[in-house]
Nanobody, 126 residues
């Protein structure tokens, strides 16, 4: 099992950068696929990016591709979301998520993840 704690959210201006962190507990962290989702006010949770456990693959939503980067440091049990060139439409609550023993092709599906952080608010002014 894995427990996730997120940090790094805040208020920034359009064009700024921000890095979110997700601290994970659990001995089997390196076997989990990790992802970031976000939820805009009044809307459904949506996929942002994911990284597999072997670092062979990453995937990103079209809306953030080229601007956001998901990375992980298994030695530190940490997952990161580096967000560059932030836009107003990036304003949301961002969630870290983990999944184990699921197919890579489910990476954009929220229901495939069994562990979630509490969420951290990112607000972009413009």
């Amino acid at each position: 099992q894995v427990q996730l704690v997120e940090s790094g959210g805040g208020l920034v201006q359009a064009g700024d950068s921000l890095r979110l962190s997700c601290a994970a507990s659990g001995r089997t962290f390196n076997s989990y696929r990790m992802a970031w989702f976000r939820q805009l006010s009044g809307k459904a949770r949506e996929f942002v990016g994911a990284i597999d456990w072997s670092f062979d693959s990453t995937d990103y939503a079209d809306s953030v591709k080229g601007r956001f980067t998901v990375s992980r440091d298994n030695a530190k049990n940490m997952v990161y979301l580096q967000m560059n060139d932030l836009k107003r439409e990036d304003t949301a609550v961002y969630y870290c998520a983990a999944a184990q023993l699921v197919a890579w092709d489910t990476r954009q599906t929220a229901s495939s993840y069994t562990h979630w952080g509490q969420g951290t608010q990112v607000t972009v002014s413009s």
